[in-house]
Structure formats: C-alpha cells, structure tokens
C-alpha cells in the first residue's frame, strides 16, 4: 500500500517482527492510499494529524495507536492533515502472545491499544520541540493543525503537561538552546541541571 521505507528488526526479533517502518506523507498523497489486505498485522502509533477510518458506518476516528489486524477486504484510512506515524509489521503468530489478540482475518478493522497512547503523546510533543527549535516564530494555530491538536489551547496544555513551560516560552529559549549545543559546556550545563533538579 504505502511507499514508505522499511527497517528490519534485530535478529533477536526476526522470527516475530517482519518489519518496522516510518511514514511522512502530505493529506493529499496519504489519502489517495488503500490498505490492501497482506500476511501481517501492524501495530501503528500515529503522532501527526488524526486519522479517519470510512466505513459503512460513516468516518471514525482511529485511536492515535491502534492495530490493524490481518484484513479480508481493502481499508481506507485518510488523515485529516500531514501524516506522520511508526509502525511495527508483526507475523500472525506473535499477535496473541505479544498483545493478546487473536491474528484471524477479521470485518474489525482496527483495535485501538489505549497503553500506547502515552508514547504517541511524548513522540508528537518531541516533534512540536524541533519545530518551534528550527522556527521559534512559527504559529501555534498552523503547529495545531499540522500536528493533529484540536486547537490551539489543546497543543499548549498538552504542551505545557510536558515541558512546564508554554511553547512560546520554550521557543523563546532556542537561540540558548542552540548555542548551548554547539558549545563545549553543553554535558556540563546538562550534567549540572539534572543533578540539581533531582537534588533534596
């Protein structure tokens, strides 16, 4: 389906995991794919805009990580702004022991798995931290939509659950952030903050 590329796994994993990948793609080429049905299931964690799945059903919003279990028929999810998700390709055998779903082909066409969600938040805030580094005057509004947050008030409360700072405050700091990155001091700046904020 997708042209995205694809990384193998560690020997340790090969008898499980055929496979893991990485997708960005703009709205307008993601949503001209289809998942064709294949011999896997995907685990996937999105951590750009939300995702639609259509179904008989109308659109619904996929859950920001999901599985797509082995598939009987074409699925057709398009993505309300850029993409941008991980995925891990699994056999059908490693499927029950590993997330306790069962591999048979099914008409469910995703399961969502509410553990993973925590990693997508952290993921997606670490993708706001290098834009707002690279263009400290960029819009909150345009980040929002691009990175899939309802709006703007979502992305600085989110944001600031993370950072303890909003993201104008932290895009304030980039210039000592990339100074600091490029000077000698950087470990011992580091090294002296972490032992001081985990100090008494």
């Known amino acids: 389906m997708l042209h995205q590329p694809t990384y193998a796994?560690?020997?340790?994993?090969?008898?499980?995991?055929?496979?893991?990948w990485a997708l960005e793609q703009d709205q307008e080429s993601y949503n001209r794919e289809v998942y064709l049905p294949d011999a896997y299931i995907e685990v996937i964690i999105n951590v750009g805009?939300?995702?639609?799945?259509?179904?008989?059903?109308?659109?619904?919003?996929?859950?920001?990580?999901?599985?797509n279990p082995l598939q009987n028929k074409p699925l057709r999810i398009r993505a309300a702004g850029f993409c941008q998700m991980i995925s891990m390709q699994l056999y059908p055998w490693a499927v029950k022991p590993i997330l306790n779903i069962d591999a048979d082909p099914s008409t469910v066409h995703v399961i969502g798995l509410d553990a993973a969600k925590a990693y997508a938040r952290i993921v997606r805030f670490g993708s706001l931290q290098a834009a707002l580094l690279v263009n400290p005057s960029i819009?909150?509004?345009?980040?929002?939509?691009?990175?899939?947050?309802?709006?703007?008030a979502h992305l600085i409360r989110e944001f600031k659950s993370f950072a303890d700072?909003?993201?104008?405050?932290?895009?304030?700091?980039?210039?000592?952030?990339?100074?600091?990155r490029q000077n000698e001091d950087w470990c011992d700046f580091m090294k002296q903050y972490f032992n001081s904020s985990y100090a008494g």
């Open 139 to 152: 819009r909150l509004a345009d980040l929002a939509d691009v990175y899939g947050y309802s709006d703007q």
């Open 49 to 67: 805009a939300p995702l639609m799945l259509e179904s008989e059903y109308g659109m619904l919003e996929l859950p920001r990580a999901f599985v």
């Open 9 to 20: 796994p560690v020997p340790m994993l090969a008898a499980d995991v055929n496979c893991f």
């Open 165 to 180: 700072c909003t993201p104008r405050d932290f895009a304030a700091s980039a210039p000592a952030y990339f100074e600091l």
